[in-house]
């Protein structure tokens, strides 16, 4: 079974710059969630989907921070623009139902 | 508000040492449980849960852990590290009512071989 998929592993912007994620969840999950991992601290909730709708998007900074997941399959999360304190691992999980997550291997970002 | 709490945020062991980490939740209602690991380099992944019954929870590679719902505890034990066991601990919980997971700190683990 494929597992999580996220790209780019790594990305290096500037302040101000815009930036994009992708994720693609394991087959068949209907719950997509993303995480904001800043170093030293443990995964925080931005937004989680259940198939193509949101459930929960309260801890998304909204003025520059967006997602979605159109089909109720792949995902993305945009940045626009930028801050330094953005800088961590956005991690993307999916569920096929409520309980066990699985993970992706993260995207790192680096505001310089 | 729930909250996880992990004791330590850096321990150092020596191979065939015993392994307690411990985990303490903060959360009204029933709760589910779990113990993620990240292995240098590699993704978070499931190394036990806890959703009801017998209290002392199985993983894989020999951790297993104790639910003591009086001290709001979820504590990971192994009786023997590796050094192979060098990684990252997070602890997570569930309330009943989003299904989300609220995560502790994290607690890194070295082994010295």
């Known amino acids: 079974e494929a597992g999580v998929a996220q790209s780019p592993r790594y990305k290096i912007i500037e302040k101000r710059q815009s930036v994009a994620f992708w994720c693609n969840p394991i087959s068949g999950h209907a719950t997509l969630y993303w995480y904001q991992q800043i170093l030293g601290q443990g995964p925080k909730l931005l937004i989680q989907?259940?198939?193509?709708?949101?459930?929960?998007d309260s801890q998304l900074p909204k003025d520059r921070f967006s997602a979605e997941r159109l089909k109720g399959v792949d995902s993305t999360l945009k940045i626009q623009p930028a801050k330094l304190e953005d800088s961590a691992v956005y991690l993307c999980?999916?569920?096929?139902?409520?309980?066990?997550?699985?993970f992706g291997p993260g995207t790192r970002l680096t505001v310089l | 508000a729930q909250s996880v709490s992990q004791h330590n945020h850096h321990v150092i062991l020596s191979e065939a040492a015993s392994l307690e980490l411990g985990c303490n939740y903060s959360?009204?209602?029933?709760?589910?449980l779990f113990w993620y690991v990240q292995y240098p380099g590699q993704h978070l992944q499931l190394l036990l849960k806890y959703f009801s019954g017998d209290p002392l929870v199985k993983g894989i590679k020999g951790f297993e852990a104790e639910f003591i719902k009086s001290k709001f505890s979820f504590n990971l034990r192994k009786p023997s590290v590796q050094w192979s066991d060098t990684a990252e601990y997070f602890c997570?919980?569930?309330?009943?009512?989003?299904?989300?997971?609220?995560w502790g700190a994290g607690t890194k683990l070295i082994i010295k071989p």
């Open positions: 989907f259940q198939n193509n709708g949101v459930v929960d």
């Open positions: 999980a999916s569920s096929p139902s409520p309980g066990t997550q699985y």
């Open positions: 959360y009204g209602g029933t709760v589910n």
């Open positions: 997570a919980v569930m309330g009943d009512s989003n299904y989300q997971l609220i």
